[in-house]
């Protein structure tokens, strides 16, 4: 079978497809292990904690065109090669190339923070552009305002760090050192970054290497053929399932984010998806999100890149699928997206874009709640993950006081389903939270508890995720605190009878006479040795009325502490004499059904607005 799939005929010959299914599958899965393995050489190699233990990266590969062919399960990136080929034309490449940014506003969305760096290099065979590789990092700091680049306190992107337009940053080769030189010059901590940067390139010259097997083994006509047919077989997967979900006509949903830590909001975005007929006779679906609020002070704002409506859709109907790969048909499902230029959503150089991982996790919510409006069965709204900083310094073993930068991403609870409860305690897709034993040895901090938030997971038929608390005594003599926290005025919503998501903080010394409560977006906290900081994240909405619930699961989350007892008589109509269940106050508590609307946000409403 391989030696005629090696042999296959040129395309001109070609009466039907050139990859004939079987090689098709066998092609899906060699260039979705090639870009795993991209994914765990960069994980492996890597310096810093946000790459190595939070898995912050994103890998991809594209077709000779710059179309990607496969990706990462990440919905919030858009497309990532155009921005190289305007200050380098595709044709133009060469063998040994290597592309550099980080430029948020020069890739129009593409990279969303300075943090995140891409790097892009063509593929070759016998002289032939056949494809491309791209790997992506979140760097711990560029510069910046205060180490780790970013902080709420910002107000233009100059202050979250060094940018970086399109740059050649290697030639057919040759690695440009004086241009990493100046990059790693602008970190605080340049030895981490230089670090990082090389497990970067790695990661891209592996990709080349593993991509160019495959072309070895299949011919460049063969799997350009392979990736046209996967990118054609997921758009109309996509299109087939629009079609489902949105009826003819036009169907909006309105969320928002809390502030932009500067005392401005709440921050609302209003998306709306129409469906209608074209010229051509065929369907055509708009994405529309230009009635959303004006950009923001602070650095909340998401310059969201056209492709990534597409791709949330996209990734949702995939639904995990292992016969599909994530690629550009979602996107290319679209055919029309609008930005309003000046909006939160578009914001108008050079506004700050540092934390507007909050701002795209309530984009991901919205979507969920389009899709809902329309009659679909998306998952109940989810926290934002949580941020906190920490910079400071501790005395190491020879007593010298030394610089340390914590950043600590912190899971939340997600929103139920249809059909099951949402995840407990997650960050963001296959990111993970930093374990216990990692932050003790590597960092100065005790960490005194950490667990599910009780009562954080709306209440439902399908309850919400929960949340995480983490309590740090701070082992430094001194550090500033960096939090980011939302969803605390407007909360993951629940929708047809499900309860919103409980809310997240931050507190300093809870219970004592120095007690003190922190601003959920906020930089400057001063903390210093023997401080304990105590952070709770939100959790996510509930599915279904809470009555529906079946009271041997409501037992079971009391048991494993994700529902209080209070909660469990007051919300689900469930009592329990001692760890178990007794029948006779529940029915009792059950017999008086509350009513509920199809959204609660504090309160049961017909329409969030």
Same mark, same amino acid.
């Given at each position: 079978?391989?030696?005629? !799939?090696?042999?296959?005929?040129p395309?001109?010959?070609?009466?039907?497809?050139?990859?004939?299914?079987?090689?098709?599958? %066998?092609?899906?899965?060699?260039?979705?292990?090639?870009?795993?393995e991209?994914?765990?050489?960069?994980?492996?190699?890597?310096?810093?904690?946000?790459?190595?233990?939070?898995?912050?990266?994103?890998?991809a590969?594209?077709?000779?065109?710059?179309?990607?062919?496969?990706?990462?399960?990440?919905?919030?990136?858009?497309?990532?090669?155009?921005?190289?080929?305007?200050?380098?034309?595709a044709?133009?490449?060469?063998?040994?190339?290597?592309?550099?940014?980080?430029?948020?506003?020069?890739?129009?969305?593409?990279?969303?923070?300075?943090?995140?760096?891409?790097?892009?290099? @063509?593929?070759?065979?016998?002289?032939?552009?056949?494809?491309?590789?791209?790997?992506?990092?979140?760097?711990?700091?560029?510069g910046g305002?205060?180490?780790? /680049?970013?902080? =709420?306190?910002?107000?233009? %992107?100059?202050?979250?760090?060094?940018?970086?337009?399109?740059t050649?940053?290697?030639?057919?080769?040759?690695?440009n050192?004086?241009?990493?030189?100046?990059?790693?010059?602008?970190?605080?901590f340049?030895?981490?970054?230089?670090?990082?940067?090389?497990?970067?390139?790695?990661?891209?010259d592996?990709?080349?290497?593993?991509?160019?097997?495959?072309?070895?083994?299949?011919?460049?006509?063969?799997?350009?053929?392979?990736?046209?047919q996967?990118?054609? $077989?997921?758009r109309?997967?996509?299109?087939?399932?629009?079609?489902?979900?949105?009826?003819?006509?036009?169907?909006?949903?309105?969320?928002?984010?809390?502030?932009? *830590?500067?005392?401005?909001? @709440?921050?609302?975005?209003?998306f709306?998806?129409?469906?209608?007929?074209?010229?051509?006779?065929e369907?055509?679906?708009?994405?529309?999100?230009?009635e /959303?609020?004006?950009?923001?002070?602070?650095?909340?704002?998401?310059?969201?890149? @056209?492709?990534?409506?597409?791709?949330?859709?996209?990734?949702?109907?995939?639904?995990?699928?292992?016969?599909?790969?994530?690629?550009?048909?979602?996107?290319?499902?679209?055919?029309?997206?609008?930005?309003?230029?000046?909006?939160?959503?578009?914001? +108008?150089? =050079?506004?700050?874009? *540092?934390?507007?991982?909050?701002?795209?996790?309530?984009?991901?919510?919205?979507?969920n709640?389009?899709?809902?409006?329309?009659?679909?069965g998306?998952?109940?709204?989810?926290?934002?993950?949580?941020?906190? !900083?920490? $910079? &400071?310094?501790?005395?190491?073993?020879?007593?010298?006081?030394?610089?340390?930068l914590l950043?600590?991403?912190?899971?939340?609870?997600?929103?139920?389903?249809?059909?099951?409860?949402?995840?407990?305690?997650?960050?963001?897709?296959?990111?993970?939270?930093?374990?216990?034993?990692?932050?003790e040895?590597?960092?100065?901090?005790r960490?005194?508890?950490?667990?599910?938030?009780?009562? /954080?997971?709306?209440?439902?038929?399908?309850?919400?995720?929960? &949340?995480? !608390?983490?309590?740090?005594?701070?082992?430094a003599?001194?550090?500033?605190?960096?939090?980011?926290?939302?969803?605390?005025?407007?909360?993951?919503?629940?929708i047809?009878?499900?309860m /919103?998501?409980?809310? &997240? +903080?931050?507190?300093?010394? @809870?219970?004592?006479?120095?007690?003190?409560?922190?601003?959920?977006?906020?930089?400057?906290? +001063?903390?210093?040795?023997?401080?304990?900081l105590?952070?709770?994240?939100?959790g996510?909405?509930?599915? *279904?009325?809470?009555?529906?619930?079946?009271?041997?699961?409501?037992?079971?989350?009391?048991?494993?502490?994700?529902?209080?007892?209070?909660?469990?008589?007051?919300?689900?109509?469930v009592?329990?004499?001692?760890?178990?269940?007794?029948?006779?106050?529940?029915?009792?508590?059950?017999?008086?059904?509350?009513?509920a609307? $199809?959204?609660?946000?504090?309160?049961?409403?017909?329409?969030?607005?």
């Amino acid at each position: 079978m391989l030696q005629s !799939i090696t042999n296959a005929p040129p395309l001109g010959d070609a009466e039907g497809p050139l990859c004939d299914p079987v090689s098709l599958e %066998i092609i899906r899965g060699a260039i979705a292990a090639a870009q795993s393995e991209m994914e765990a050489l960069l994980e492996r190699t890597a310096i810093s904690a946000f790459i190595r233990e939070k898995k912050d990266f994103y890998t991809a590969l594209f077709d000779e065109n710059g179309v990607m062919a496969v990706g990462s399960m990440v919905p919030i990136f858009g497309d990532m090669t155009s921005p190289v080929f305007e200050s380098f034309p595709a044709d133009t490449m060469k063998p040994g190339d290597l592309y550099w940014y980080n430029d948020c506003y020069g890739s129009r969305g593409a990279v969303s923070h300075s943090n995140d760096q891409v790097l892009l290099a @063509p593929v070759f065979k016998d002289g032939k552009r056949c494809a491309f590789v791209m790997s992506w990092a979140h760097f711990a700091d560029i510069g910046g305002i205060r180490p780790g /680049s970013i902080s =709420p306190d910002a107000t233009e %992107i100059f202050q979250e760090g060094i940018i970086i337009p399109v740059t050649k940053l290697v030639d057919e080769g040759k690695t440009n050192e004086a241009t990493l030189a100046i990059f790693h010059r602008n970190s605080r901590f340049p030895a981490q970054s230089n670090g990082d940067m090389r497990a970067l390139m790695a990661s891209v010259d592996l990709g080349v290497k593993r991509v160019g097997e495959i072309l070895d083994r299949f011919s460049a006509e063969v799997v350009s053929d392979a990736f046209s047919q996967l990118l054609a $077989r997921t758009r109309r997967l996509v299109r087939s399932k629009l079609a489902e979900t949105f009826d003819y006509g036009t169907h909006r949903f309105t969320d928002a984010i809390d502030g932009d *830590g500067h005392g401005n909001g @709440p921050f609302k975005m209003r998306f709306a998806l129409t469906r209608e007929v074209g010229k051509d006779g065929e369907d055509r679906f708009i994405f529309d999100a230009t009635e /959303s609020d004006d950009q923001a002070p602070g650095p909340v704002n998401y310059l969201m890149n @056209p492709g990534v409506p597409g791709m949330a859709l996209g990734l949702y109907y995939l639904g995990g699928d292992p016969g599909q790969v994530c690629n550009a048909g979602g996107p290319n499902a679209i055919d029309e997206v609008r930005l309003r230029e000046g909006s939160f959503l578009a914001p +108008r150089f =050079p506004a700050p874009l *540092g934390m507007r991982g909050l701002t795209t996790m309530r984009v991901i919510s919205a979507m969920n709640g389009l899709v809902n409006v329309a009659g679909g069965g998306a998952p109940a709204a989810n926290s934002a993950y949580v941020i906190s !900083i920490m $910079r &400071g310094n501790f005395r190491n073993e020879a007593g010298d006081l030394e610089r340390f930068l914590l950043a600590d991403g912190i899971g939340v609870g997600y929103g139920a389903r249809p059909d099951s409860d949402g995840i407990d305690a997650v960050y963001f897709v296959a990111q993970e939270n930093y374990p216990v034993e990692f932050l003790e040895v590597g960092y100065p901090v005790r960490l005194r508890s950490y667990g599910v938030v009780e009562d /954080s997971g709306g209440a439902g038929r399908y309850r919400g995720g929960c &949340g995480i !608390i983490r309590e740090y005594e701070v082992m430094a003599e001194d550090a500033i605190l960096a939090v980011r926290i939302d969803s605390v005025k407007n909360p993951p919503w629940g929708i047809d009878g499900g309860m /919103s998501g409980g809310t &997240g +903080r931050a507190v300093v010394n @809870p219970g004592t006479e120095h007690e003190r409560m922190l601003a959920p977006l906020s930089d400057g906290n +001063r903390l210093v040795r023997g401080d304990i900081l105590r952070i709770e994240t939100g959790g996510g909405g509930g599915h *279904g009325h809470p009555f529906d619930r079946s009271t041997q699961a409501v037992v079971e989350d009391v048991l494993g502490g994700y529902v209080s007892r209070e909660a469990a008589e007051r919300l689900y109509g469930v009592v329990l004499a001692g760890n178990s269940l007794d029948e006779a106050a529940t029915a009792r508590a059950r017999a008086s059904r509350p009513s509920a609307r $199809r959204f609660h946000r504090q309160e049961y409403v017909d329409v969030l607005a």
